[in-house]
């Protein structure tokens, strides 16, 4: 008969002392059962570890002391034990050792995973930081490299990447009779934001633009609505490109590349052979993506530019 378990929240369990007295009596098989038990004991749980929870998969069908018995656990929280603005991580994972071979953390990690999205709509990846080589690998983590723990000890670390459901992203060309909405999504990007000026992202000013280049400029929606866009136009010889932006809530879904590979095909169709872009020096996240889409550096160049409007500043 297949065994039932079932999968709780510790902090929402009502049998905390039996949980406590399953751990300790588990301490001696693994070194970081104690300061796990102190976290709990003491009520610094959330403090050290942050947002989260301890989860436990119970065995229904044994009993400790007339309680449901500990087959596995582990947290998932903002952080664990490495020095690190990353976050969920998947931390202190056991399986007591009659239970071990039936991928019982696998269940846990699965519904962790499940749940990422929700918990962390910011974060693309959760993470792991082990020793253990090919364990992870079985639940569809990467192994990524090394990181200091906060006893100053390298660390193995793992990702998987978090699946976020939204709705089919289609693209279109856009129209001056979309700048309410590109007006709106450039407000919720905080680079995007501060490169606006009053006269050029104007509606005048964008309308002016769009006429200019009625078939270089697109948008990605979700739902009907604008969640990322890309500005082109040309003067004949060159292109350049202005406010690529993509909504907080859709971002690392691939619509910042696609829109990239619309504008530059376009481009292309109207014979232009190459295109540039300016990005701020601290835009560290930016610059990355253009390195990545083939956009060289150029560091034997001055850009000088000049304002010709009193409402328009020449620069930072």
């Avoid at 690190?84 to 019982?104: D, E, M, Q």
């Avoid at 992203?169 to 995007?192: C, G, M, R």
């Avoid at 095909?265 to 014979?271: D, F, Q």
Wanted: charged content about 30%.
């Amino acid at each position: 008969m297949k065994t039932a378990f079932i999968l709780k929240d510790y902090f929402s369990y009502e049998d905390k002392e039996s949980i406590l007295a399953q751990m300790q009596a588990h301490s001696k098989e693994w070194g970081a059962i104690p300061f796990l038990l102190s976290l709990l004991k003491d009520g610094s749980f959330h403090q050290k570890l942050g947002k989260g929870s301890l989860y436990l998969l119970l065995d229904e069908e044994k009993l400790t002391d007339g309680k449901f018995t500990i087959a596995s656990f582990l947290t998932f929280c903002d952080r664990d034990e490495i020095e690190s603005n990353l976050k969920p991580w998947i931390g202190f994972v056991f399986t007591a050792p009659a239970y071990r071979g039936r991928h019982l953390a696998g269940q846990i990690i699965e519904h962790c995973m499940n749940n990422a999205a929700t918990l962390y709509p910011e974060s693309e990846y959760v993470y792991v930081s082990s020793d253990e080589k090919g364990l992870y690998e079985k639940y569809g983590f990467e192994f990524v490299g090394k990181m200091k723990s906060v006893w100053g000890e390298d660390s193995g670390i793992f990702r998987k990447k978090i699946e976020k459901e939204t709705d089919e992203i289609s693209y279109k060309t856009l129209s001056p009779a979309d700048y309410d909405e590109l007006w709106e999504l450039w407000n919720q990007v905080e680079q995007t934001k501060r490169a606006l000026n009053s006269v050029d992202d104007s509606r005048e000013g964008i309308t002016r633009y769009m006429k200019r280049n009625p078939t270089t400029c697109f948008a990605a929606t979700s739902g009907g609505k604008i969640v990322g866009a890309i500005l082109t136009g040309h003067d004949g010889r060159r292109a350049i490109i202005h406010h690529l932006c993509v909504h907080p809530d859709f971002q690392r879904l691939g619509i910042a590349r696609a829109l990239v590979d619309k504008a530059e095909e376009a481009l292309k169709k109207e014979g232009i052979t190459k295109a540039f872009g300016l990005v701020f020096k601290d835009n560290d996240k930016a610059n990355s993506f253009w390195e990545k889409m083939g956009y060289s550096l150029r560091t034997n160049l001055n850009y000088r530019n000049k304002s010709l409007n009193a409402d328009v500043p020449t620069g930072e």
